[in-house]
């Protein structure tokens, strides 16, 4: 009755408060009510800007009703009630987000389509209400948050996103880069990559300055700070020949320093290396990045005085992998037999995948530097890096990054939630300490 007598006022619906009034408290009704109230409350919500509030709220209990059915229902509804105003999109955005991590699929769909729909009318808004959860958020809503935001960035038109709102996401997402691990940033950084005014050359400039930002290169480094250590790891694929200078030979005496001389009795014999305590992991780090900045000094060990390195340091390769091979057999009896679902659910079984995984990487570089002269072009995927399908990244603890701590509008609730992020380490020896069946 109260539907009929709004919809017959037509543009004279507001003179009719109690009959809106009425359908507000559907709400308290059986299923079918609440449905109908969901979608009258948002249908006449323009002609009542006095009882908004009362509205939004009563669609917003709706959202969490025990009923799957009407909580849909009522989410679906909720970018209606921005129709023609968009003076509630970021509240409202700020709403779906966090209704992303319900544990229902087809409730998490209805709440992207409506993201979507609150996007498409006002991206600025809708962006806002997101980001005040990336900010503030736990960690939870947070990471929801990140993800649709990038998916979003990356599809959006220009037509939606016009370019003050994209100068204004990428000043907010420079406050989020503050404190956020590797792969958040990672995701940003691709999210805003794809921003339209940043195609051009002056905007690349703006994403490397950010990163550089990040990098802190106008403080000491600190290597026994994990933080300092995880923002420089994959630095040395990507440095160049005047950067290499310096810091090769002071790289490849560390390398050699986990690679041992053979005993002088094994010297000649060729016999298999046996119970040697081998820092595989360090191993696979080190070479890996002087194999990187290798590429770019090729004379390193072909140079005059270089002779007597090479030879010392064939030595130590041709030794090392002996070591690596026998760890490598023992490696694959151990994991001989397993099923698809013991490797991928066995902590200990993906420890030895890794251990397997960072011998095999040695293994591959070791075949490149042990031509005569030394080669640089094998690849690999680090074992460190998140492995996909059933080798997940089981090294403890998960890789994270954190730049310096954000200034949280959280309070101190919010502040305690990041600290307990884990720190990400650098690989350790803890499966490779030795080779003689120890993992």
């Not at 079918?32 to 917003?60: C, G, M, W, Y």
């Not at 990187?292 to 090729?298: D, E, I, V, W, Y």
């Not at 040695?362 to 995927?381: E, G, M, Q, V, W």
Request: glycine residues 4%; hydrophobic residues 35%; negative net charge.
């Amino acid at each position: 009755k109260s539907f009929g007598i709004l919809a017959d006022a037509k543009d004279n619906a507001k003179d009719h408060p109690e009959a809106y009034k009425i359908i507000l408290k559907g709400i308290e009704g059986n299923t079918a009510t609440k449905r109908l109230a969901a979608q009258f409350t948002t249908r006449f919500f323009k002609h009542f800007p006095d009882l908004a509030e009362s509205a939004i709220n009563a669609v917003l209990d709706l959202c969490e009703d025990e009923d799957s059915s009407i909580r849909k229902a009522a989410i679906k509804e909720l970018p209606n009630l921005c129709k023609g105003n968009k003076e509630h999109v970021s509240r409202l955005a700020d709403v779906l987000v966090q209704l992303l991590v319900s544990d229902e699929s087809s409730e998490v769909s209805v709440a992207t389509i409506a993201l979507n729909g609150l996007f498409s009318f006002d991206a600025k808004g809708t962006l806002t209400g997101i980001l005040s959860q990336i900010l503030s958020g736990d960690d939870e809503v947070r990471q929801k948050a990140i993800t649709y935001m990038c998916s979003r960035l990356k599809s959006a038109s220009e037509a939606e996103l016009n370019k003050e709102t994209e100068e204004y996401v990428l000043a907010e997402l420079k406050k989020v880069l503050e404190d956020v691990t590797g792969d958040e940033f990672q995701l940003l950084i691709q999210a805003l990559s794809n921003l339209h005014h940043l195609q051009t050359i002056q905007g690349r400039q703006q994403l490397v300055n950010i990163i550089a930002e990040q990098l802190k290169l106008d403080e000491d480094f600190d290597a026994k700070d994990s933080d300092s250590i995880n923002r420089i790891t994959d630095l040395c694929a990507h440095c160049g020949a005047n950067e290499v200078q310096n810091s090769i030979l002071p790289l490849f005496n560390s390398l050699i320093n986990y690679m041992p001389l053979p005993p002088s009795d094994e010297l000649d014999s060729g016999s298999a290396a046996t119970n040697l305590k081998l820092q595989f992991s360090y191993v696979e780090c080190l070479m890996h990045a002087f194999h990187q900045l290798g590429k770019h000094k090729p004379d390193f060990f072909t140079a005059d005085d270089a002779a007597a390195r090479l030879k010392d340091f064939r030595i130590r390769l041709q030794y090392f992998a002996r070591g690596v091979q026998v760890y490598i057999k023992e490696l694959k009896t151990s994991l001989a037999g397993k099923s698809p679902n013991e490797l991928r659910t066995d902590k200990e079984n993906q420890i030895k995948l890794i251990a397997l995984k960072t011998c095999n990487n040695i293994n591959s570089l070791i075949r490149d530097l042990f031509h005569n002269p030394p080669a640089y072009k094998a690849t690999i995927n680090a074992s460190w890096k998140k492995p996909a399908g059933v080798m997940l990244c089981v090294l403890n603890p998960v890789p994270t990054f954190r730049a310096q701590k954000r200034s949280s509008t959280g309070g101190d609730d919010a502040d305690d939630k990041k600290k307990d992020r884990t720190l990400y380490r650098t690989p350790g020896g803890k499966y490779s300490s030795n080779i003689s069946g120890e993992f």
